[in-house]
Nanobody
Framework: QVQLVESGGGLVQPGGSLRLSCAGS????????MSWYRQAPGKERELVAV????????NYADSVKGRFTISRDNAKNTVYLQMNSLKPEDTAVYYC?????????WGQGTQVTVSS
């Protein structure tokens, strides 16, 4: 079955960095656009970044442009989110999403907390 397993979340101080990973299995990873979303308490889930199947194109929410970088390694079936210059408002559960030719799949999420 399809699995998306996120890792790399945690507690970090403002200005710090984290790298999230999402390992996919059970579907054709290299043919799927991948994205990261986040959901803060009391707020709706929002798109953070998206990358095309071959990695040739990326797009970011305005709030993270210049600070976050999405990338992928199709040989490892893994998508990454490098997060730099983290702010308290980046605190949220981060989810990865796979858009396959059949449907979208979601991971279980990983908590990122930015606090001093």
């Amino acid at each position: 079955q399809v699995q998306l397993v996120e890792s790399g979340g945690g507690l970090v101080q403002p200005g710090g960095s984290l790298r999230l990973s999402c390992a996919g299995s059970g579907f054709t990873f290299s043919s799927s656009a991948m994205s990261w979303y986040r959901q803060a308490p009391g707020k709706e889930r929002e798109l953070v970044a998206v990358i095309t199947s071959a990695g040739g194109s990326t797009n970011y929410a305005d709030s993270v442009k210049g600070r976050f970088t999405i990338s992928r390694d199709n040989a490892k079936n893994t998508v990454y989110l490098q997060m730099n210059s983290l702010k308290p408002e980046d605190t949220a559960v981060y989810y990865c999403k796979a858009d396959t030719i059949f449907r979208a799949y979601w991971g279980q999420g990983t908590q990122v907390t930015v606090s001093s």
